[in-house]
């Protein structure tokens, strides 16, 4: 399969590329810190990574950083793991989440939307009130510097206004959507062992309401280190007894306090999927985070005081994290609590439209579903503000990079970006000076030394690779929880190249700079000797209309050969027959190749998915091979249990 598209689907126009925040600080970086003024994003790059130092004090002061005290310098020790970040240096997030609000305090911050998508804004000022009001009882509840604060919320202002007063604070945050059961939020809030615990009464969802009391009264019971719970009535029921009212720790009119911080003090606890254990909990920095995000929202996402920006995401995923910092940049975030696709399946486009969104985030599933529902964004909605719509989750499709040209528009810049939680970041993705093309991500990030590598170590270009990252980034984990020695940090990243971040996926650097992901590296497909990424094979047969989504897993077995079925949940009507199958093989054989055609093809009653959406290949892997359903998987991390049953019974089956 040809990884090279010779023609753009899109080219940026030169007038949207001297106006560009990247163009302008390349400029600027060039007089004043030794970057090239010439070559465009390329040069910019190689700048980046071969001078970090120079490329991120030069961001601190593009973005005017206020650091409370110098640094003694950018990077103390750049070892991986363990690189030292602007030692010496004292800031605070949420003191530059704010920072608008001194220019603009009556424009609106943030956009909440429901299921109703009507707008209702929320102004700087009010914000700001809010987080100073917060912050100052969350003081007085003897929350201090390093303790942990939680909230179990739904994608709304209240949240965001929790987690700017625990940053003000000092404290770290950590959250979970409130669709989480009892157990899935256990399992991360007690790793933490939180003091306050911020909570709804339920949630609307679908058309329909939701209530959590029970949940909450669980949690209540089983996090003994709270010492206080503040109730937030979405639902508009009272507070429990012994709770605390939102209502009551935000009225007072007080500016907020901003505790300055070490750079790498703990900002917040993300997880991972914990599909197989217990979740990592990851810690990121004030710092690392602050400048991460000022270049990926400011210069990568071309952010700032005129945007509004829609990533369609919950609290339970690092998206509503990096959403959140699109305040970093003065831009104002829309947040949408509700169904993805409710009452109908265009329903993302129609908030777009409503909050006049410029910059429009969702997964590629979304973008597909869409597609296979016949969605229509330009001919049904004012989309004429949307400048890009940015895609993450999986891997864009070529179809799906087709439809949002055609269909949205076709001077759309299309984004997709990849990189993770554990950097709550990208490693390549969104350049908007750059050409798109066709199921390519655009190019490496700036300061990321983004490289693919075989078993050896050997860079590869125009082949598949391992990714890897050969130098330090500053939202890079401080450390896990509970993870004294590091060791368990060293082994999730460290252990395959020592000294060089590995993350897990399939990529392959193109010989022109861009990047295509091939899906994950630990659920790798191996066909005689040659290994392939999931993600190409969903992508060619999601195609034919019958299937509504797939899995395939590749199994060792015991006697040594190997087993590659792929299963399929169909769509509704269509039967897996004689005719269906051939087409599915045909599909596969003539757009991947013979090798990615599957052993056996099995109609299942549906994929199951992590609590953010992504396809379970591991523990389905697992299954498979034998392991029990109790040892194979975390209940807790899937989002319906039922359905790794019938892959268990499979397996037992075959056995």
């Avoid at 990884?3 to 126009?13: A, G, I, R």
């Avoid at 909230?151 to 700017?164: D, F, K, M």
């Avoid at 650097?509 to 290994?531: A, E, F, K, P, W």
């Amino acid at each position: 399969m040809s990884t090279v598209n010779p023609l753009p689907l899109w080219q940026p126009d030169p007038q949207r590329i001297a106006q560009a925040q990247i163009t302008q600080f390349q400029a600027w970086a060039a007089a004043h810190h030794g970057a090239p003024a010439e070559g465009g994003y390329p040069a910019l790059h190689r700048w980046s990574v071969d001078h970090l130092e120079s490329f991120w004090q030069a961001v601190t002061e593009w973005f005017d950083v206020r650091f409370s005290t110098p640094y003694a310098r950018v990077l103390g020790d750049r070892t991986m793991p363990g690189a030292q970040w602007f030692p010496g240096a004292t800031v605070n997030y949420a003191e530059h989440a704010l920072r608008a609000a001194a220019t603009r305090a009556d424009e609106p911050a943030l956009l909440q939307v429901d299921e109703t998508h009507e707008p209702r804004p929320v102004t700087w000022s009010e914000l700001r009130r809010q987080v100073g009001s917060l912050a100052a009882e969350l003081r007085a509840l003897g929350v201090r510097p390093g303790d942990r604060v939680s909230g179990y919320l739904p994608n709304i202002p209240e949240a965001v206004v929790a987690l700017l007063a625990t940053a003000a604070v000092g404290a770290v945050w950590t959250s979970c959507a409130p669709d989480f059961g009892a157990r899935s939020v256990l399992d991360r809030f007690q790793q933490v062992e939180p003091v306050v615990l911020f909570t709804v009464d339920g949630y609307r969802y679908g058309g329909k309401e939701h209530d959590r009391g029970d949940v909450v009264a669980e949690l209540r019971r089983e996090l003994p280190t709270l010492r206080a719970v503040v109730h937030i009535p979405l639902l508009g029921t009272a507070a429990p007894e012994g709770t605390l009212a939102w209502s009551d720790l935000t009225s007072a009119d007080v500016e907020p306090v901003f505790e300055q911080v070490p750079f790498d003090h703990p900002l917040w606890v993300l997880y991972s999927s914990g599909t197989t254990g217990l979740p990592k909990a990851i810690v990121q920095s004030q710092g690392g985070i602050l400048v991460e995000h000022l270049k990926q929202l400011g210069l990568h996402c071309d952010l700032g005081p005129g945007d509004r920006f829609f990533w369609y995401t919950s609290t339970g995923w690092m998206m509503w994290n990096f959403l959140v910092s699109g305040l970093l940049t003065g831009t104002t975030i829309v947040l949408y609590d509700g169904s993805p696709g409710y009452p109908d399946t265009g329903a993302q486009w129609r908030i777009a439209e409503r909050t006049g969104a410029t910059l429009f985030g969702t997964s590629a599933a979304y973008v597909m579903a869409c597609r296979k529902a016949g969605v229509h964004p330009a001919r049904d909605h004012d989309v004429s503000r949307i400048r890009c719509v940015a895609t993450t989750g999986s891997p864009l499709p070529p179809d799906g990079f087709r439809w949002l040209h055609d269909e949205v528009g076709d001077d759309l810049w299309i984004a997709s970006v990849s990189g993770g939680t554990d950097v709550c970041s990208c490693f390549a993705g969104a350049v908007p000076t750059l050409p798109v093309h066709i199921g390519e991500l655009q190019a490496p990030c700036l300061g990321t030394d983004l490289r693919s590598w075989d078993p050896e170590g050997r860079p590869l270009v125009d082949e598949v690779g391992e990714l890897v990252v050969t130098n330090p980034m500053p939202s890079m984990p401080i450390h896990f929880w509970n993870d004294p020695d590091g060791s368990r940090y060293h082994d999730s990243y460290f252990a395959v190249y020592p000294g060089v971040w590995r993350h897990g996926d399939w990529i392959t650097l193109t010989s022109r700079g861009s990047v295509i992901i091939h899906g994950r590296s630990d659920s790798t497909l191996n066909r005689q000797g040659v290994r392939m990424g999931s993600a190409d094979i969903y992508e060619a047969v999601e195609r034919l209309p019958e299937i509504r989504e797939s899995l395939v897993i590749g199994v060792e077995q015991p006697d040594g050969g190997y087993w590659m079925p792929l299963f399929v949940q169909l769509a509704p009507g269509a039967v897996l027959d004689d005719a269906l199958l051939d087409r599915i093989k045909r599909t596969i054989r003539e757009q991947l190749s013979p090798r990615h055609v599957p052993d056996e093809v099995i109609a299942v009653p549906g994929v199951p998915h992590t609590l953010t959406g992504k396809r379970i290949e591991v523990p389905v892997k697992r299954l498979l091979q034998g392991t029990p359903l109790e040892k194979a998987v975390n209940p807790g991390s899937v989002d319906d249990l039922g359905l790794l049953r019938f892959y268990e019974e499979l397996a037992r089956k075959r056995a």
